[in-house]
């Protein structure tokens, strides 16, 4: 699409929406801002924006003009598409794009677009350094805290962008279509947004929709999910398992990773000559490296970046060390399938902090790896009597309430002793409580570091 002289109406003004304001600009379109927010000022958006930057900006209900002048939508990923706000536009057949389809419109270079419910961060991160060792330009983009439209300009016919794509941004795809692509897993999240696993699935599986025979799909073999959607894969499909030999892909036997190909089967590391920890890491190693192997990254460079590679903040990162206690941040744990990694990444008695947001998730699985390590479950939140309810269920007894996040770090301290792990992993969104992970976690990192 020719967007020079369209009007534009972009939803939501966070990065995205500012971000492709911007973009838009430059584009030579005509952006309108909208926010629904009850609080927001016009000017708390004119100060995300370049000076004497012109753009219409309208607040909380939008005017009949600005409907019928609007040319294309483009929605941030905290809309739902299926709000009748949107539906209007739609039943009007207004193109509605997120802030990745919009920035696509003018990439230059290769894609490589990694999703699923856990893990994406960490692969991301770390197949951007791969990336960028190798290759002149790279760059790194999407739910990980780039917009897309900040980069896609500098983007050129050799250049590559990784992208760490959610659900929410997959909803609104159209011609986005990666050379390379992954779904690291599927497990139930952001049901209240999705509805079904059915629709959640679907979504996830959209990253593949426009990729041909001679692109590659990189998928987990030991999610049902992703193993079921790798049967009807237009790409060529290379899974990675963490639990058995593969025939063709890459797997853990022990403590050592292989790369079958053909039905030959190559050592390629150690998982203790990384620096991340937990199974959880192994997969996203192994997808990392398949994922790098596809774009003719030779296999010692992949390898030299992942031995340096620290983990990503906020994803079981060890913090401190403070009177023989171990602290670790895991914020972005944010439901419970997440929330069983850094669990089973810990290897001494630990006190946990859940709760949170409820983004309709259940907590059984939670509960069933516990597996003893749990000695004591500190509960916040909007969730903690609904988790409580399963605790009581599993024959889980010991948990308390804290009604701050700080009284619950103080049980923490107060109960732990050397030898133990504090751990937070709350299995839920930090929404309510905090304006995202990322302030809960370096809260958290901060509580820690005035202990010492």
């Known amino acids: 699409m020719n967007l020079a002289g369209k009007n534009v109406l972009i939803i939501g003004c966070g990065k995205s929406g500012i971000g492709a304001a911007v973009f838009l600009k430059k584009q030579g379109a005509n952006p309108i801002l909208f926010d629904a927010g009850e609080t927001i000022k016009e000017e708390d958006i004119r100060e995300k924006l370049p000076a004497d930057f012109e753009a219409e900006i309208c607040l909380r209900e939008l005017t009949e003009e600005i409907k019928e002048k609007t040319q294309l939508l483009v929605v941030s990923p905290g809309v739902p598409v299926d709000t009748p706000f949107v539906e209007q536009f739609r039943e009007k057949g207004i193109p509605i794009w997120g802030e990745i389809e919009l920035a696509y419109q003018c990439e230059k270079g290769r894609v490589i677009a990694i999703t699923g419910t856990n ?13 960028k060792r190798h290759f002149e330009k790279a760059y790194v983009m999407g739910n990980i805290g780039y917009p897309y439209t900040d980069i896609v300009m500098e983007t050129e016919e050799n250049s590559v962008t990784v992208g760490e794509i959610s659900s929410f941004q997959l909803e609104t795809i159209d011609t986005f279509h990666p050379v390379v692509s992954a779904i690291l897993n599927i497990t139930p999240d952001h049901l209240n947004r999705h509805h079904t696993m059915e629709n959640y699935v679907a979504v996830k599986n959209a990253v593949t929709k426009n990729q041909t025979k001679e692109d590659v799909c990189v998928l987990n073999f030991e999610n049902e999910y992703t193993r079921k959607l790798g049967e009807n894969c237009n790409a060529k499909v290379v899974y990675f398992s963490s639990a058995r030999a593969l025939e063709n892909g890459i ?53 030299d970046t992942i031995h340096t590679f620290k983990a990503v903040e906020h994803r079981i990162e060890f913090v401190e060390t403070v009177n023989g206690v171990d602290y670790y941040n895991d914020s972005k744990g944010t439901n419970p399938d997440a929330a069983i990694q850094g669990i089973k990444a810990m290897t001494k008695p630990t006190i946990l902090i859940g709760g949170g947001y409820d983004k309709g998730s259940e907590y059984d699985t939670w509960f069933d790896a516990f597996d003893g390590k749990v000695k004591l479950l500190v509960l916040i939140g909007q969730t903690r009597e609904k988790i409580a309810e399963c605790a009581e269920q599993h024959g889980f007894k010991d948990y308390v309430f804290a009604d701050t996040f700080e009284e619950a770090f103080q049980i923490c301290v107060k109960n732990a002793v050397s030898g133990d792990a504090v751990l937070l992993s709350p299995a839920c969104a930090s929404w309510g409580m905090f304006p995202n992970y990322e302030v809960r976690g370096k809260i958290f990192k901060d509580m820690v570091r005035a202990l010492v």
């Open 251 to 303: 797997y853990l036997d022990g403590e050592e990773i292989y790369l079958a190909e053909e039905g030959k089967h190559t050592r390629v590391m150690n998982i203790h000559d990384m620096n991340l920890v937990g199974i959880c890491n192994v997969e996203n190693v192994m997808a990392a490296i398949v994922i790098s192997l596809a774009m003719k990254v030779p296999m010692d460079e992949i390898l």
């Open 119 to 131: 893990g994406k961060t960490t692969t991301t991160t770390l197949v951007g350094e791969i990336m």
